[in-house]
């Protein structure tokens, strides 16, 4: 990756803060995105240097995509579409949008999840920021796959993302650019550390490999979507979930 330009949005989270250690450890310029987590952005740019700059910026919003859209204006050879939240509860328990009200986990989450990264490679697109043979990595989830009570929002729209990733390498296959995606399963982060002890050995169990994963065990399959060994790859979910999926659990 030396030399590449690559933008890694939800840049301060778990997948994506672990992604930039990665890439810039193998020579990329990165400007990375978050909105929350500051203390570790700002970690994250004193680390990583002059080749890496973070931009505050509300994914979810059209100033915030603009703002970011700008600081890309030199142009990518690789994008990674990281940022993303999960509100799990009873579907009918939330509340219905009626107003607007960006609070209703449901519309939050597929705004988020969905929308907002879709809108934001259209706009790279459009604006042709997106150098020939780049690639293009978004990270879903493998709930996308399962059965899971209490994730619809977060499913919905994971399982979207996996459509769009298909249709998206099919119309810009042409023009040399790969559209690819992880599906990672439970991750052990400062969240998820915070859950039930029992219920996470419980979810560790049902696994094939035993354990649940880390930030780490996704990095490695990103940046070989990344990389020219994946050059002949597009359209295609990768699941890091050490077989949670192929397992039904």
């Known amino acids: 990756m030396r030399g590449k330009r690559v933008l890694v949005t939800g840049a301060s989270g778990g997948v994506g803060a672990a992604t930039c250690v990665a890439l810039a450890r193998e020579g990329a310029a990165l400007i990375g995105t978050y909105l929350r987590g500051e203390r570790r952005a700002a970690e994250l740019q004193l680390q990583l240097g002059s080749r890496t700059r973070m931009v505050r910026a509300d994914l979810a919003t059209r100033g915030g995509r603009e703002m970011v859209l700008e600081a890309c204006e030199d142009g990518l050879d690789g994008v ?21 009200d960006r609070r209703d986990p449901l519309i939050m989450q597929l705004r988020t999840n969905l929308e907002a990264p879709l809108l934001l490679l259209r706009g790279l697109l ?33 399982a979207g993302i996996e459509g769009a990733v298909r249709a998206l390498a099919a119309e810009f296959g042409p023009s040399g650019i790969r559209v690819n995606a992880v599906a990672p399963g439970l991750l052990l982060t400062e969240m998820t550390r ?14 094939p490999l035993r354990r649940l994963g880390e930030a780490a065990d996704v990095v490695g399959p990103i940046l070989f979507l990344l990389s020219a060994d994946a050059g002949f790859v597009t359209g295609q979910v990768l699941c890091v979930d050490g077989g949670a999926s192929m397992a039904g659990t």
Do not use: C
């Open 126 to 158: 459009s604006r042709s920021l997106l150098a020939e043979g780049a690639s293009v990595v978004v990270v879903g989830s493998n709930l996308a796959h399962l059965g899971v009570a209490g994730t619809v929002g977060y499913a919905a729209a994971k």
């Open 80 to 100: 990674v579409l990281a940022a993303g939240v999960a509100r799990h509860g009873p579907f009918v328990e939330q509340p219905e949008d009626t107003d607007g």
């Open 194 to 207: 915070e859950r039930n002890h029992d219920e996470l050995a419980a979810i560790a169990r049902g696994t």
